[in-house]
């Protein structure tokens, strides 16, 4: 089988955000860039069972949208252990332009499980697994928490308001993953970041599409009151504020 | 024209978080002086069906339809879609939880209809529509153009409350064509955890972090809780180490909660920590460090162990409920 897995380039999660041009634009200044979250835990799971059926997953692609600037972080999952990397060089505007992009490229090609992240921590869009999925016309099981291939055929964790479901679906589809995935993402070894260099990185010309939203302006959160301190020796004084003053309880 | 909202019901019964997408609708729906109807899909009673009447719905559809007992993300969007095009919907609402997040882009695509996930406000216009919704972790919040004609959002649950606008409903059976290659994927097993208040439903949840020092001192935690009718959640450490389950780990990584009030009993508030949390009405933290950054996000602090604490919180708990 073939597996691709979408990554997005994010800034790291320590990240103090600030915006430029009157809060139209988020100020890159400094940002130090890594793959989403989610997207390396859906990469790690990919190596997981590719390690562990040894065979049944014959390769593993990382493809992003993006531009030139990205290649480092299409690099570092090269060298935690994708075996290639497409990069689609377009600006990801907005999230259909991205799906759009992807779906052009994968239609031409044959993967039969493409993952995705829940949401990338920028946008925090929870949308492009979703809309390529649609785009492919392929299944979608979004919110997966863990999945197996068992006898050629795919069997997922799914995570719903309460409680969990086992699905299985045909290939192709679209795994659209979150918590649990895998633990930890995979560090890159020495020799992985080496090899990493030498790995096939191939670059595709962007279609045109169009987007359907824009962020138009940004802000941010209002400071907060200070925080009313309270005697650890007067617990009781907390709990009456919580019920007199703050009125939660 | 109309708003059309898809609500959700949990074996039959429907939660807070519909009447409050109802209620959300409602207030768009008058501004746009149209009128609110809401789809359900699965078995629902008609006394349950005429609760969302309460909050604004004037129509609702109703969908019976066996191979919808199930969540399938292809086929529940084809059911929104035809629902969609004979109300004339401009404008669709899901809740922004594991349904929402799995419907909606499909939507998007299939009605080329942008997209705002996550909203937490009413638009803050209309020409063009424009809505507000939490981005970089809740680090930011991004005014959101739609410049399609057709717009959908997902409402961050418990952003914008339940309002009752009493309207006679009326119930309408819809069957909407699927199509057998919309049913490709099969569930083959529903576990559910019974009995718990949901975290993402509660009005009050108590938090443990690692200051919380083993598994063996939850039982503090739990006390709270069952005193102030809360829900239970963790760190991420705290999971990971599985001193909890899973499923409490908030942040970032983990669950997006807006309570009314979340207790921080020994949580550092690493930024990632705070991203889950930061829609808290109101945020209660206990840690010895006084330097800690949870103190930076919280409305109220006690300085101390939490060890001792969580006891005399209890006992104060009990003397105002006992009141
Ligand atoms: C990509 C990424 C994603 C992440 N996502 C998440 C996420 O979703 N959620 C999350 O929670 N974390 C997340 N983390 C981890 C996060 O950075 C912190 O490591 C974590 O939140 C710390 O958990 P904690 O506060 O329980 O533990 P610690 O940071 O160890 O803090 C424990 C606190 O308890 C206090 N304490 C100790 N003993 C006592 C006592 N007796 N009484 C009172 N206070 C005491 C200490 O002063 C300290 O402040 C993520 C990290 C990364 C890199």
Redesign the pocket.
């Known amino acids: 089988m073939k597996i691709l897995v979408c990554i997005s380039n994010v800034p790291d999660?320590?990240t103090k955000i600030k915006f430029t041009d009157n809060n139209t634009a988020f100020d890159q200044a400094g940002v130090q860039w890594i793959i989403n979250?989610w997207d390396e835990l859906a990469l790690t799971r990919a190596l997981d069972i590719k390690d562990a059926q040894a065979g049944m997953v014959e390769e593993i692609t990382v493809i992003n949208v993006g531009l030139a600037a990205t290649e480092p972080t299409i690099r570092k999952a090269l060298a935690i252990g994708a075996d290639k990397g497409i990069r689609i060089n377009a600006e990801p505007k907005d999230a259909f332009t991205v799906a759009s992009q992807l779906a052009d490229v994968i239609s031409k090609e044959s993967f039969d499980i493409i993952l995705c992240g829940i949401e990338s921590s920028d946008s925090n869009g929870n949308n492009v697994g979703g809309m390529l999925s649609e785009l492919l016309d392929m299944p979608s099981v979004s919110s997966v928490s863990h999945f197996d291939i068992k006898d050629g055929k795919v069997e997922l964790k799914r995570e719903i308001d309460g409680g969990q479901e086992t699905v299985s679906t045909p290939i192709p589809f679209v795994g659209i993953v979150q918590k649990g995935i895998a633990k930890e993402p995979r560090i890159p070894s020495m020799r992985g970041i080496m090899g990493a260099r030498t790995k096939p990185l191939q670059v595709i010309e962007a279609i045109q599409t169009e987007t359907l939203t824009e962020f138009a302006t940004y802000d941010l959160p209002k400071p907060k009151a200070a925080c009313k301190k309270i005697d650890p020796d007067n617990v009781k004084e907390l709990v009456q504020l919580l019920h007199n003053e703050a009125k939660v309880i | 024209m109309s708003v059309l909202v898809y609500t959700e019901n949990w074996d039959g019964k429907f939660k807070k978080l519909s009447f409050e997408l109802v209620s959300f609708a409602c207030e768009i729906a008058k501004t746009l002086n149209t009128n609110v109807v809401a789809l359900s899909i699965g078995k629902v009673n008609d006394d349950e069906l005429n609760k969302l009447g309460t909050y604004g719905a004037s129509k609702i559809l109703n969908v019976q339809n066996e191979n919808l007992i199930n969540l399938n993300n292809q086929a529940y969007t084809s059911v929104l879609a035809q629902a969609a095009a004979k109300e004339g919907a401009t404008l669709i609402v899901f809740a922004h939880n594991n349904t929402g997040k799995a419907i909606a882009p499909r939507l998007s695509v299939r009605l080329k209809a942008g997209l705002a996930t996550g909203v937490l406000a009413l638009p803050s216009n209309f020409q063009p529509f424009t809505i507000a919704k939490k981005v970089f972790t809740a680090k930011a919040i991004a005014n959101v153009v739609i410049k399609t004609p057709v717009s959908i959002v997902t409402l961050l649950q418990n952003a914008f409350g339940v309002f009752e606008t009493p309207v006679a409903a009326s119930i309408e059976a819809f069957n909407p064509e699927i199509k057998d290659n919309e049913l490709k994927t099969e569930v083959k097993d529903v576990n559910k955890v019974s009995g718990k208040i949901l975290l993402t439903d509660a009005e009050i949840v108590v938090s443990?972090?690692?200051?919380?020092?083993g598994p063996e001192n939850w039982g503090s935690i739990e006390e709270l809780a069952t005193l102030l009718g809360a829900g239970t959640a963790?760190?991420?450490?705290?999971s990971d180490e599985g001193w909890r389950p899973h499923e409490e780990?908030?942040?970032?990584?983990?669950k997006i909660l807006a309570p009314n009030l979340y207790i921080a009993?020994?949580?550092?508030?690493?930024?990632?920590?705070l991203?889950?949390i930061s829609g808290s009405k109101c945020i209660v933290a206990?840690?010895?460090?006084p330097d800690?950054p949870?103190f930076e996000a919280a409305d109220y602090g006690i300085v101390?162990?939490?060890?001792k604490?969580l006891p005399e919180m209890i006992t104060a708990v009990k003397e105002l409920k006992g009141n």
């Open positions: 999660t320590t979250p | 443990g972090g690692r200051g919380m020092k963790c760190s991420r450490p705290v780990h908030t942040g970032q990584t983990g009993c020994g949580i550092s508030g690493a930024i990632q920590h991203g889950g206990i840690n010895k460090d800690a949870i101390g162990d939490v060890l604490v």
